[in-house]
C-alpha cells in the first residue's frame, strides 16, 4: 500500500501539468533557509543564467534618486553559482521581522520558484519569509504559533449610502464562536492608498498578531473589521465583477469625504451582525496612511463614535479641497478636534517613521494639538512609509485598547 | 487637492521599497490582455533576453516521456520581441476556462509580472486568467459576477479525535447571515493529496461556482465545508505553526482510515455552529483523487450520514493496506457497500476524465456496482487528473443536490 501511494505521489506531481516540467525552477532546492544563526541562505536554479543577483529589504539600502526625489532602497547583491547551477546567496544574521526579496536574473526581477509564500502589495507581488528568535519577538508576533487562532470571513455588508453590497475582512478573536453570550469590543482597521479589504490582513499579518497579543495576555479578545476605503469598488482587485485587473492606486472618491460619510453603513452591519459592546468605550479605529487620514476624519466628524483612535503614518493634508466634501466631512477640522477633544477620548495616538516623507506633516499636526492642550500618545519609529513601521504600529497600539 | 494626491501616489509607489525599483518587469505592461475575440495576448519586458517563451494549458499538447510514463504537457511556444524589448504572443481564440500560464526566460520559468493572479497548487504558484464569452459559461461560473455573494470563512474547530484545533474553509451562502431562522443544507467538499483547506476555495473557485449557481437558480442555497484532510496538520502550509515551510505532497497518516473515522467531528462542529438541517438528506460529501477515496469511504463508514456522495477522479484503491485501519473503516467494503446502497442514497456520482490514471479503477469500481445493481449516475470528460475537470465535476454535482 505504502508503495501505491508514493507511486500515485508520483504521478500526480507529474500530473500538475507544465507546473511540474522538468525546466529549471525550483525542484528540489530549499529557499529561502532560515538557518538556525538567524542567516538565511537564499538559493536560484539557473546552470546558464550569466549573473544572479538579490534584492530584499534584509540588505543594507542606498540612495535612488528619481523625478520624485531621493529614496533609500535597499542594495543588489551579487549571488555565487555552485557547479550544479545553483546560485546561493547567505544574509547577514537578521533581526526578527518580515522580510520581502526578489531574485535579478540577467536583469529581470523573478520570483523564487521554491518559495510558495508571496504577499501582493497593490500591483506587484514578492516573495517574503519571516526570522524569529524568541517567542514575543516581531517576527514571533507575524507568525503562526501554537495559541488558540481567531476566525477570519470575508463578509459582504449592506452600504446603502454608497448603494453597493461591499466586502470586507472580519477577524473574530479565539473563544468567539463558542462563547455565545459574551460581547466583544470592536477594532476599525483601515489600509492605505492602493490597498483594499485584503492589505491588513496579509501585508500587516493582523490576524497573526492579534492572535499572538491575546494569547500573551497583552491585548483585549477584540474583533477587527477591515474594510475597503476605495469607495468605487465593492471589493478587491479580483474579488468583485469586472474580472482579474490590474489593482489601482488610484481610485475615484478618494478622500473625498465619500468614505468617512459612509462609515456609519460599516459599524451598523458590524452593530447588528456580531456580539458587540455597541459604545463609544469599545469602538476604536485606527488606519495607515490615507487610512490614518480616514480615521482622523471619521473620529472627528463622529466624535461620539471612537473612544481610541490611531494615525499610522498618516496622510495628514490640507482640507481645503475644491470639489470634495468640504462642507461636511473636512470643513473646520478645528472646529470638530474642539468638539472631539473636549470630549476627552481615551486614546489619541499618533505614530510614524523619522524617514516619512509625511513626517514635517504630522509635526505640524501635533503642533496644533500640542498649541491647544489636546491629549496624544506619540511614537515615533525609523525608517519610512512601510509596512514593517505598520505592523509595529499595530503591535503597539492593540495592547492600549479597551483597557 | 488633486494635484496634491497624484504626487503622493506616484510617492507611494516610489516608497513601495524596491517592489517598484526601476528594474525591468511589468511597468506599463498589459498581461495577460483578453481580446475581444477571446485571444489572449501576453507579454514580457526583457530587452537583453534571447529566447522568452509562453507554456500554458491553453496550448495543445505533446508527449512527455517520464520514469512514470508518458503524459500530455503543453507545448512552449515562442515569443516575438518589440523593437522596445517587450516579447509578445497571442494565442488561438480560447474557449471559456481558468487557464494557467509561465513565461520562459533563456530556460528560466518565471510568473508573469504584470500580472498578480496566481494559484498555488501543493508546492507551486502559478499565474492564472479567465475567459468567458457569455453568461452561465464556464469562464463566467468561474468568475466574480454581479450577484450575491456568499460569506467565505476560516474556521478553526475543535477535533478530539485528532486532538487538535483545525482549521476548514466554510462557504455561507448569500442571505445567511440576515436570515436568523432558515436553515441551510451542507456540502463537504475534500481535496486531494497534497492540497488541504485551501484548495477548493483558490484553485476550484468553490464560492463563485457556488455564488453563481445559486443566483442563476440552479443550485439551492448550501453551506460549503471545505476541511483539511491531512491529519498529520492543523491547517495549510504557512497557516499552521512552524513558520512558511514547503507545502508537502505527502503527509503522514494518508489514507489510513484515521481522517474517515474523524469525520464526524466536522459534521458535530457545523452542526453546533451554523443553522444547518441535520438530517441526511442534507448532508453531501464529495472529493477529488484522495478526496473522492475519502467520500466514498466516510459515506461507507457512516451509511446513515450522507444521502449524496460525489467521487471526483476518486483514488479509489484497494483497501488491503498493511498498518491501515482495516479493521475498521476499509475492511469489508462491499458489505459496507450493500448496507449503504440498502438505505438507497439520493445520488451516487462517479465524475472521471476518459485520459485518467484512475480511469480503470473507476471502471472496475463502477463494475463492482452495475454487478450488483447499486444506482449511481456517471459524467464522463475528456483529459486526466485536473483542477480543471474538478471544476467541472463541482459545478455538475452542486445543481443536483437537495432537491
Not at 239 to 251: T, Y
Amino acid at each position: 500500500m505504502k508503495k501505491i501511494f508514493t507511486i500515485t505521489a508520483s504521478l500526480l506531481l507529474c500530473l500538475s501539468a507544465f507546473a511540474q516540467q522538468a525546466l529549471f525552477g525550483g525542484a528540489g532546492i530549499k529557499s529561502p533557509e532560515i538557518n538556525p544563526d538567524n542567516t538565511v541562505t537564499f538559493r536560484f536554479a539557473a546552470p546558464k543564467a550569466i549573473k544572479v543577483q538579490i534584492t530584499g529589504d534584509f540588505l543594507p539600502t542606498t540612495k535612488m534618486e528619481t523625478k520624485y526625489g531621493t529614496f533609500d532602497v535597499p542594495v543588489v547583491a551579487d549571488m555565487k553559482q555552485d557547479d550544479k547551477g545553483v546560485w546561493e546567496y547567505t544574509s547577514d544574521t537578521l533581526a526578527p521581522e518580515l522580510y520581502m526579496y526578489s531574485f535579478i536574473v540577467d536583469e529581470i526581477k523573478v520570483k523564487d520558484p521554491s518559495n510558495v509564500y508571496m504577499i501582493r502589495d497593490v500591483n506587484s507581488v514578492t516573495n517574503v519569509f519571516i526570522v524569529s528568535k524568541e517567542k514575543g519577538d516581531r517576527g514571533y508576533l507575524y507568525g503562526v504559533n501554537e495559541v488558540p487562532h481567531g476566525m477570519v470571513s470575508r463578509v459582504w455588508y449592506d452600504s446603502p449610502s454608497l448603494k453597493m453590497k461591499r466586502r470586507m475582512t472580519v477577524y473574530t478573536p479565539p473563544g468567539y464562536e463558542d462563547n455565545a453570550r459574551h460581547k466583544y469590543p470592536v477594532l476599525y482597521l483601515l489600509h492605505g492608498m492602493g490597498g483594499d479589504e485584503e492589505a491588513w490582513i496579509s501585508l500587516g499579518r493582523a490576524s497573526q498578531i492579534l492572535d499572538n497579543l491575546i494569547a500573551e495576555g497583552k491585548a483585549e479578545p477584540m474583533i477587527v473589521v477591515m474594510p475597503n476605503g476605495n469607495v468605487d469598488e465593492e471589493a478587491a482587485a479580483g474579488e468583485k465583477p469586472g474580472g482579474f485587473a490590474q489593482p489601482s492606486m488610484q481610485h475615484e472618491g478618494m478622500m473625498d469625504g465619500t468614505f468617512e460619510r459612509s462609515f456609519p453603513d460599516i459599524v451598523k452591519y458590524v452593530e447588528n451582525h456580531y456580539r458587540v459592546i455597541a459604545k463609544k468605550s469599545s469602538r476604536a479605529i485606527c488606519g495607515l496612511s490615507m487610512g490614518g487620514f480616514h480615521s482622523l476624519h471619521i473620529s472627528s466628524y463622529y466624535p461620539d463614535m471612537f473612544d481610541y483612535v490611531g494615525l499610522f503614518s498618516a496622510a495628514i493634508m490640507p482640507n481645503e479641497s475644491p470639489g470634495a466634501d468640504t462642507s461636511a466631512v473636512y470643513k473646520n477640522l478645528d472646529e470638530k478636534l474642539k468638539v472631539q477633544f473636549s470630549k476627552k477620548p481615551k486614546l489619541y495616538w499618533i505614530g510614524i517613521g523619522n524617514a516619512d516623507f509625511l513626517y514635517k506633516a504630522n509635526a505640524d499636526y501635533r503642533k496644533k494639538l500640542d498649541s491647544t492642550g489636546y491629549k496624544y500618545t506619540y511614537f515615533e519609529t525609523g525608517e519610512g512609509h512601510l509596512w514593517k513601521n505598520w505592523r509595529i504600529y499595530l503591535s503597539k497600539f492593540v495592547p492600549s485598547l479597551f483597557k
